[in-house]
């Protein structure tokens, strides 16, 4: 290469400077995202603006955690994250069994706490990598650390996909049974707590034997939660 070819020193160092600015502000975002967001809930998520850009609708109505049947959130931690009221954002023990597991020839399955999907559907895109992966954890150690459990369930619920443009449990309760979040029963709250590892395969108002067999486990399930769910309580 020609040294007239080469960068010049003061094009890298300008480059350099804009790089460092660029991560500086995207810190700056990242943190005070997750401040804002225990006091304010969330207007939109990156998965709702990529599936709007995509065609799809945004059904999606903001309620308090008063206002949603107990059952809901009862039936969502038995199913992603029985260990919810007892880790700091990572569950280290599921981690390692479903490490163990994949070692021992058996899939792989996921051991995403819910404060780690919180941390992916607020600031994160879909998808995986290390990467993201290493972003998301980070995120959901700094929100537990900052948030109450119980304000980190609220808006888990809130902004959680529960069918294609259908976001939170209020919207997903008028979609699927045409009733208001507050007026769910024990056993369409397990269904809809049944269909969240795929929400766009599987349908809530209309379950095939799966999602019936899935959600009967985790009515029985949350019924024996009992102390594990006191972080959660009014």
Not at 36 to 52: A, E, K, N, Q
Not at 135 to 150: H, S
Request: net charge positive; aromatic share 6%; proline share 6%.
């Amino acid at each position: 290469m020609d040294r007239a070819d080469r960068p010049r020193p003061g094009i890298l160092r300008r480059l350099w400077r804009l790089a460092k600015r660029l991560v500086l502000l995207l810190l700056l975002l990242w943190a005070g995202g997750i401040v804002v967001y225990r006091f304010v809930g969330p207007p939109v998520t990156p998965l709702m603006l990529i599936r709007l850009a995509e065609g799809e609708g945004l059904a999606r109505q903001p309620v308090a955690l008063d206002r949603i049947a107990p059952a809901l959130p009862r039936a969502v931690v038995a199913a992603e994250d029985n260990k919810f009221c007892l880790h700091n954002g990572i569950d280290f023990g599921a981690i390692r069994e479903a490490i163990d597991e994949h070692a021992a020839g058996e899939g792989l399955r996921g051991a995403s706490t819910i404060t780690m999907q919180l941390a992916r559907n607020l600031f994160l895109w879909p998808g995986g990598g290390f990467a993201r992966k290493g972003v998301e954890a980070a995120t959901a150690v700094a929100i537990d650390a900052l948030w109450p459990k119980r304000r980190q369930i609220e808006v888990y619920l809130n902004i959680v996909e529960w069918a294609p443009g259908v976001y939170g449990a209020e919207a997903a309760a008028r979609h699927h049974f045409r009733k208001s979040a507050a007026q769910l029963s024990t056993h369409e709250a397990a269904l809809l707590a049944a269909t969240l590892p795929s929400p766009r395969k599987w349908n809530a108002g209309n379950p095939g034997s799966y999602v019936q067999n899935r959600a009967a486990t985790l009515q029985q399930r949350a019924g024996q939660l009992g102390p594990l769910l006191d972080c959660i309580k009014g």
